[in-house]
Nanobody, 121 residues
Framework: QVQLVESGGGLVQAGGSLRLSCAASGRTASAYVMGWFRQAPGKEREFVAGLTWNGGKTYNGDSEQGRFTISRDNAKNTLYLQMNSLQPEDTAVYYC??????????????WGRGTQVTVSS
């Protein structure tokens, strides 16, 4: 079983930056692939960025790829999402997720409870 706890969300002005963290715990946590999703009010939850099993990275779109950076500290078993040049459209609840190797991001196995990111204009 894997437990995921997000932190680092908050209120920031457009053009600002935030760094989200996701602390993973549990006996098998290190065996899972981790990533980030977000859900804005009235919108469906969408994939933002994720790691691959061998340390690669994938992003939802060109904009996110240019502004967001996903990383992981294996020693601390913590996932990060560095978000730069934030825009009001980035306002959402951001969720940490974990999936088993060999699966896709369509159905993650575990979810955090989310952290709110609000970007003001």
């Amino acid at each position: 079983q894997v437990q995921l706890v997000e932190s680092g969300g908050g209120l920031v002005q457009a053009g600002g930056s935030l760094r989200l963290s996701c602390a993973a715990s549990g006996r098998t946590a290190s065996a899972y692939v981790m990533g980030w999703f977000r859900q804005a009010p009235g919108k469906e939850r969408e994939f933002v960025a994720g790691l691959t099993w061998n340390g690669g990275k994938t992003y939802n779109g060109d904009s996110e790829q240019g502004r967001f950076t996903i990383s992981r500290d294996n020693a601390k078993n913590t996932l990060y999402l560095q978000m730069n040049s934030l825009q009001p459209e980035d306002t959402a609840v951001y969720y940490c997720a974990a999936r088993a190797p060999g699966t896709t991001w369509a159905r993650p196995d575990y979810w955090g409870r989310g952290t709110q990111v609000t970007v003001s204009s």
